[in-house]
Antibody, heavy 121, light 112 residues
Framework: EVQLVESGGGLIQPGGSLRLCCAASGFTVSSNFMSWVRQAPGKGLEWVSVIYSGGNTYYADSVKGRFTISRDNSKNTLYLQMNSLRAEDTAVYYC???????????????WGQGTLVTVSS | DIVMTQTPLSSPVTLGQPASISCRSSQSLVHSDGNTYLNWLQQRPGQPPRLLIYKISNRFSGVPDRFSGSGAGTDFTLKISRVEAEDVGVYYCMQATQFPLTFGGGTKVEIK
């Protein structure tokens, strides 16, 4: 069974750093596209970043240069390192996976429960 | 960036009646590989998003057949043939044809 469990959220002051984790089970993180999507309180969904199975990474302009997506193959875990945090980064952060081939190629089919990041002084 | 526009913002529906949500993209979602990466997600209250429909019209595993997707190019529709109480929530269209990936603003389906 595919499962994604995020952790690492919390309250952080503006300018601070936080690392989010997404522990996967039921599939191999390094063989899939893995993404982070966020949702500000009461708002819609916003794509943040993706890492390809080959290692290429892409970011939304709003986080480029501040956030870094990565993975640890030995732990089957996805990460999001968030630096220089701003109030507008306050959101629930979801990880999601997309298979690298087949009918569901590049379709984000499974999502985690999310972890809340609050940036406030 | 591709802008995804959903209408209506809210859809009050009587149980057992149909509902329809429109999603329009600011440019064609046909990818150079021939696929159209337009997906529909459901977010029930207090829950994470859940994939309903992928590549315009394919129902994801476990999704009831009362949900259907259609469209092409820049105009897409999600239909619920007979709304049930468990369908209450916000529905989002999402394009993955071009970076940055973008979402519609969401349509809230509620029971009258």
């Amino acid at each position: 069974e595919v499962q994604l469990v995020e952790s690492g959220g919390g309250l952080i002051q503006p300018g601070g750093s936080l690392r989010l984790c997404c522990a996967a089970s039921g599939f191999t993180v390094s063989s899939n596209f893995m993404s982070w999507v966020r949702q500000a309180p009461g708002k819609g969904l916003e794509w943040v970043s993706v890492i390809y199975s080959g290692g290429n990474t892409y970011y939304a302009d709003s986080v480029k240069g501040r956030f870094t997506i990565s993975r640890d193959n030995s732990k089957n875990t996805l990460y999001l390192q968030m630096n220089s945090l701003r109030a507008e980064d306050t959101a629930v952060y979801y990880c999601a996976r997309a298979p690298p081939d087949g009918l569901l190629y590049w379709v984000f089919d499974y999502w985690g429960q999310g972890t809340l990041v609050t940036v406030s002084s | 960036d591709i802008v995804m526009t959903q209408t209506p913002l809210s859809s009050p529906v009587t149980l057992g009646q149909p509902a329809s949500i429109s999603c329009r993209s600011s440019q064609s979602l046909v990818h150079s590989d021939g696929n159209t990466y337009l997906n529909w997600l459901q977010q029930r209250p207090g829950q994470p998003p859940r994939l309903l429909i992928y590549k315009i019209s394919n129902r994801f595993s476990g999704v009831p057949d009362r949900f259907s997707g259609s469209g092409a190019g820049t105009d897409f529709t999600l239909k619920i043939s007979r709304v049930e109480a468990e369908d209450v929530g916000v529905y989002y269209c999402m394009q993955a044809t071009q970076f940055p990936l973008t979402f519609g603003g969401g349509t809230k389906v509620e029971i009258k």
